[in-house]
DNA sequence: TATATTTGTGGCAATCTGACACAAATCCCT
DNA sequence: AGGGATTTGTGTCAGATTGCCACAAATATA
């Protein structure tokens, strides 16, 4: 191909289109949950596309506080997913059909896509979930048991889920998913879950604490059942 | 906005530009290098577009047999370019009016461009690299001390460096830079490039040799200056 | 007041790490 | 041929880190 060629035919040789995905997770009632919206009959992920005046991270940002609220969290490009059929024409379709929008097979939406993978760590109970635009169900799921998903978005999750916990020993980035003011044994059992396995208690704690990232507070937490455990918070200073 | 604008409008509203770019890089004379092709005064990194048929993963593959006559090498996606203003309109102009192309604002490669940034890890002695159909000049550079590149690809050429640094310790990836059959001297001194600093050669041997993945030939290696250091191999069973 | 549970912290053996030591192999020089 | 220098393979040992258990403090419940 020469380069002529190259210029006139590459837009329709190349180019797929660009989205992206954001698996949005918290952790409630000892679970670690994702936030999914419904549409016709399946579960996705929250997800968009990349505005002329943005960067792929600054939709991303976007995207998050669109559907939580949360101007600012943890979040996190983790994975591409470019497989070459990959569109969702067919759901699509269905929507259109329902909406009694004009469909046609050439449309942009219908031709392939490839997603930008993004993961997000927010406190669930500072987060203000919405339906967006066009008001869809939504909620928060157990990462363990997701539901019916669309095209891979089932996929994606457990991919985000599966990074998390590689990321979780190497990076100190678990604390975003507890509010601000969080326990040891509270961080404890969030490692517990999300590694899915036994930590030991005193060994967790003297690593955490040895990490100098975290601030005790004066006032241990009130609310506890038995021995009121210290609070801690991030230091400032990092 | 409502589904049906979203529908008429969003191919305008969003859809950057998909590209890649590779880094493709290897160890000589004890440096780190990468393979730069020059355009028009300016280098820039191996790229390419994302075909019809092909997914992302699989257009990486081709742009690295491409570029180097490669089939098998240790690639990986690294991260995401997608700052909203990139684009090489400008340096494209400059090659369409010197190859005597018809160049128009609207042309879709003048448009903004997200760019997949993979990394690849080759043997130099077994890559046999070619200008491509546009015989472009090319050759290897030190990383450290890269000439003037286009656009932002000196800062994904050092941002990929920055990730071959932290991965190299936790993945056994670095003996892709290396022959098949390799010594221990040569893994040190390539750990000791990409690490920038010196490493206790002692430990560094009982580590390499007790992660259980190098087999030990029964020849040492021929044609060194002093004490002739065995030579290793990747076991097969891995 | 006694008991059970949760939380904070200490100790210790096993392991891992970094730094140095030394022997074996081999080249170079006389 | 023999001594010295260099490179490579491997051993040692103190210091740090880890996994595991123990125990005391705090507190609700009976």
Known sequence: MDMQEFLDKGEELFLPNLSLDIAIMGFQDGEL???LLEFEGGWSLPGGYVGRDESTDSAAVRVLEERTGLKQSFLKLFQVFGKKDRSFSNEFKKIAAKAGLSWHEELWINKRFVSLAYYALVDIDKTNPTGGEWQQAFG????????KMWMDHGEIASAAMEQLRRDITLEHISFNL????????????LHETILDKKLERSRFQKKMLSLGIFERLPKPKEDAPRRKPYLYKIKEST
Chains 1, 2 share one sequence.
């Open 33 to 35: 949950k994702v936030l």
């Open 178 to 189: 507890l509010p601000e003011e969080f326990t040891m044994p509270e961080l404890h059992q």
């Open 140 to 147: 928060w799921h157990n990462v363990k048991d997701l539901p």
